[in-house]
């Protein structure tokens, strides 16, 4: 295999220079310009597997040739060299198509890390059996509609990127499994994987978490302990429910973002890590920007490409084909035959609104396939709730007005429940409430 070549635009030969021993020293060939213009001209010469370009230039900038790259050689890598602390022109070079971002003066350490990531990007065949495997046994996200079509384009090629991505969409619609694609699909794949719930980490432990700590910096600190930062080091870290992030962290984590380095908890120096972020909530963190619950700068950051999920009665044509998968699973876990859906079972589950999506589907058919003996599943075997999580109930003349009230009280807990996947601390903050109101609560209204 020919050796890798890459290709360096900068005006300071100094840096060319640094660049080209630094890149030599890890195997690979390097080629400097000067300009943009000769940047261009050397494209055409010959194929290069990666192009580190600064962000000035005497005619022009380097999003310019980010540009250029991305609509005339969208396969090659190409990374922003940016003066320290610029990090709007990173993210407008990120927004342009530029594979990742260094600072000047540049971390050697993390250059490193980039190239390599790059070079394996630019050179698929050169992906390790294990990574390839990887790969081939990532599940899917399911779905024949046109709109699931072009979430998993924009998935592919996002997955080309390391910018940080912000997934939207509402609970249950597969925010963590797009994440996973996106990891797996990547040159990251053969590093870790980590997915936060911000949501579930209380407070006074969420800087520990995610930065780690060293021993005695707290009372029962008894030892040092690595953070998710440090866990997710080389690979991605999934922070979901990132909105439920108090103000204060969210200074630190955008801080983190910025420098690549993360100090932990009663630790005195700062240490560098090499993680791609992408988070995702089920608010609207346009709305929280704007109410102050959000920082602006750590929205725009974080929100460099936006991946949008559609709701699942969105794309009622799908719903044949996921409910046939979750069958098949259901089936294999509980030892039984697969059963089959009626055509009137379909229609029934084509016309509910699903207000829990994807996760709310996997577990009607659950209790369904639990409570059915039968080969068929008719409409009459599915246990659909009679009125959708955001429509309150209709009070009828006999019901007192008690029983209406702890039926909304009822749908409200069930509702944050589920979309903090029952954990009770998470479900109590978004209800407003303390835990301990809260179990008071889902014992007087016999929810176990």
């Not at 997955?159 to 996106?182: C, D, M």
């Not at 993680?275 to 920082?295: D, M, P, W, Y």
Request: hydrophobic fraction near 40%; charge should be negative.
């Amino acid at each position: 295999m020919t050796q890798p070549l890459a290709l360096i635009v900068d005006d300071e030969p100094d840096i060319c220079e640094l660049l080209e021993i630094t890149l030599l020293r890890m195997g690979i060939d390097a080629q400097s310009v000067l300009d943009l213009g000769a940047a261009r001209q050397r494209l055409t010469e010959q194929p290069f597997d990666l192009c580190l370009t600064d962000m000035r230039l005497p005619d022009g900038n380097g999003i310019d040739l980010v540009r250029h790259i991305s609509e005339h050689y969208p396969s090659l890598p190409v990374a922003m060299i940016t003066a320290h602390g610029n990090m709007e022109s990173a993210v407008q070079a990120l927004k342009a198509g530029a594979f990742d971002f260094v600072s000047k003066p540049v971390d050697l350490e993390i250059l490193r890390k980039l190239v390599e990531k790059a070079i394996k990007l630019g050179r698929p065949a050169t992906a390790n059996k294990s990574q390839v495997e990887k790969k081939q046994d990532t599940v899917p996200l399911l779905g024949k509609s046109q709109s699931m079509e072009l979430v998993r384009q924009l998935i592919s090629k996002l997955a080309r990127s390391q910018a940080p991505v912000y997934i939207s969409g509402e609970s249950g619609t597969g925010k963590e499994l797009a994440a996973r694609l996106i990891h797996q699909q990547g040159p990251r794949a053969d590093h870790t994987f980590v997915a936060v719930n911000c949501g579930a980490i209380p407070q006074e432990l969420m800087e520990s978490e995610l930065f780690g700590h060293k021993k005695g910096s707290f009372t029962g600190a008894g030892s040092d302990k690595e953070g998710l930062f440090q866990t997710a080091d080389g690979g991605t870290l999934f922070l979901d429910e990132v909105a439920d992030l108090p103000l204060h962290m969210q200074v630190k984590l955008l801080r983190a973002i910025q420098e690549k380095h993360i100090r932990p908890v009663g630790g005195q120096l700062e240490l560098p890590v090499d993680v791609r972020i992408i988070s995702a909530t089920h608010k609207n963190l346009s709305q929280l920007v704007e109410s102050g619950e959000f920082r602006q700068d750590l929205f725009y950051r974080i929100n460099v490409i936006e991946l949008p999920l559609p709701p699942l009665r969105e794309r009622p044509e799908d719903i044949p084909l996921l409910s046939q998968h979750f069958l098949t699973q259901l089936a294999r876990h509980n030892g039984i035959d697969k059963p089959k859906l009626s055509a009137s079972a379909l229609k029934r589950l084509r016309d509910y609104p699903f207000p829990g999506n994807i996760r709310e589907l996997e577990n009607i058919l659950e209790r369904t396939i639990t409570l059915c003996d039968g080969r068929i599943l008719e409409a009459d075997d599915l246990h659909l709730p009679e009125l959708s999580q955001t429509d309150p109930p209709k009070r009828n003349e006999t019901q007192p007005l008690g029983d209406m009230m702890e039926e909304v009280e009822r749908q409200a807990i069930m509702k944050a429940l589920n979309e903090t996947r029952w954990n009770r601390t998470a479900a109590a903050k978004m209800l407003g409430m303390s835990l301990r109101s809260l179990r008071y609560r889902l014992e007087k209204l016999g929810i176990e």
